[in-house]
């Protein structure tokens, strides 16, 4: 065996499972070995690695190889790929709260004539700006390998009223002087304000608005807001009608007296519902108390304040449900639901209607075109045969897509009223026998009185398992 096959056979590669890194070693029972850095290049590249050899570690072996026969030496170390961060849009405003709240002052207690300042902007002022994304740095492995990398994602503007795009697509402005606010399906508006400095009342009447509503007093019994923006009121709201594609905020309260009703596109927050008929496609926040009331939530009804009771009626949200008292020592009946957004029920009977009439004209139309295809063959297609032909090609078309969009839609309704295993029902402090809690499918009565206990589903059951 020559010198330079001995050299190859008593030296030991390892490349790691990845690839990134390579590690040399000599055989222990190989003696009074010699070589160059040229000779150790020229096997390790026999040996497969070719790409991110450190060549002052190669001089090092090169130069005292003993010390390598009991330790491994990292030779060569690939480059990762870098993926790519996704593009996306970037306010003038802070957006992360959309919600007015009144100033906290620092003993704790909260002024209520010191309003969260406004997210107004002025005609022609940028509102967003589209950041776009980084793409992604292919890699290279210590084989030479290359490794393909994943490109970030643009970022689109969701754009809705009194906007508009600047000629390079990359900014939003404001068309028009008012509030930004984002309504459902974070849609980027301008509205402008309508603000009632008093009480709605018979002096004010119903208001039905394209903006956002401000009352600085009470909305009586009776009476009708409706906002395509935000509304907020800093007094209460007596059995009154408010809805708004936006979030509602009710400084002082909801004492409804089982009239009337509160629906939002996003969120309600109010200090406390009483005898109340509350609806978000949100959530709920409560700071007090959730009395004899029926709330809806899409997301989750929070009542976690100081005094955070749920008691009597009915609590329903699409996720979560925390508060820090359930029910009384008097067991009033408490019901609490969560898994499962009711409007999705009434969506998904709507599609799969709206399925069976779409299939059902589509296949009258393919038996049509079946019949004009066969005239085309025979030649005796007429022209107002062909326009025909080419209208009903098109219907085929987009009936075709709008059945694919609906299936779509149904999937995922359909996974969403099965996914329950991350709804839960948490108590901070104690839930009283009387309260029933329904998660997805399944129902629980809570008989005896426990404390500090959160209700999740597990293997086809409600389980109630202790906070951590």
């Known amino acids: 065996m020559s010198a330079s096959e001995l050299l190859e056979s008593s030296i030991m590669i390892h490349i790691s499972q990845d690839k990134l890194t390579a590690m040399l070693q000599f055989d ?7 070589c160059t850095p040229a000779q150790l290049m020229e096997i390790i590249a026999r040996k497969g690695v070719l790409f991110g050899i450190q060549t002052d570690v190669i001089e090092k072996i090169a130069k005292q190889p003993k010390l390598y026969m009991t330790s491994q030496a990292t030779i060569a170390k690939g480059e990762p790929a870098q993926n790519g961060k996704d593009g996306y849009i970037q306010f003038t405003y802070d957006m992360s709260d959309t919600r007015s709240r009144p100033a906290e002052l620092e003993d704790g207690s909260v002024d209520f004539k010191e309003i969260t300042q406004l997210k107004n902007v002025k005609k022609g002022q940028l509102i967003a700006e589209k950041i776009p994304p980084v793409p992604g740095t292919p890699g290279t492995l210590v084989t030479g390998e290359k490794v393909q990398s994943k490109n970030g994602k643009e970022a689109f503007f969701k754009q809705g009223k009194n906007v508009v795009l600047s000629p390079d697509k990359m900014g939003l402005y404001a068309a028009i002087d008012g509030l930004i606010t984002l309504t459902d399906k974070n849609k980027i508006n301008v509205f402008p304000i309508y603000e009632i400095k008093g009480d709605v009342d018979y002096k004010v009447g119903n208001i039905d608005f394209v903006g956002t509503v401000i009352v600085r007093g009470n909305v009586l019994t009776g009476f009708r807001i409706r906002a395509a923006g935000d509304i907020r009121i800093i007094g209460g709201v007596e059995g009154a009608e408010l809805e708004a594609d936006g979030s509602v905020e009710i400084t002082g309260g909801i004492l409804a007296s089982n009239k009337g009703h ?5 969120n309600v927050k109010s200090s406390f519902i009483q005898d109340g008929n509350v609806t978000a496609a949100g959530d709920v926040i409560v700071s007090q108390s959730i009395m004899h009331s029926h709330v809806r939530a899409g997301q989750s009804v929070l009542c976690a304040g100081a005094k955070g009771l749920i008691v009597g ?14 029910g009384n020592t008097m067991s009033t009946v408490t019901t609490i639901e969560v898994g ?48 025909l032909r080419i209208k009903l090609t098109a219907t085929k078309r987009q009936a075709v897509d709008e059945i694919a969009q609906t299936r779509e839609r149904i999937l995922e309704i359909e996974r969403s009223l099965e996914d329950t295993e991350l709804s839960k029902v948490e108590v901070m402090n104690t839930i009283y026998g009387g309260s029933k809690i329904v998660i997805g499918r399944y129902t629980r009565f809570v008989k005896d009185p426990a404390t500090r206990v959160t209700f999740r589903y597990s293997e086809g059951d409600i389980a109630m398992l202790p906070n951590t």
């Open 28 to 34: 222990a029972a190989a003696d009074n070995l010699e």
């Open 340 to 387: 499962v957004r009711p409007e999705l029920r009434e969506e998904f009977l709507e599609l799969r209607k709206h399925l069976k009439e779409t299939s059902d004209g589509l296949d009258k139309t393919e038996k049509a075109l079946n019949l004009l295809d066969q005239l085309a063959a025979a030649g005796q297609l007429t022209p107002d045969k062909l326009a």
């Open 313 to 326: 009626g009915v609590v329903q949200a699409g996720n979560n449900v925390v508060a820090r008292t359930y």
């Open 262 to 266: 509160v629906r939002a596109g996003k």
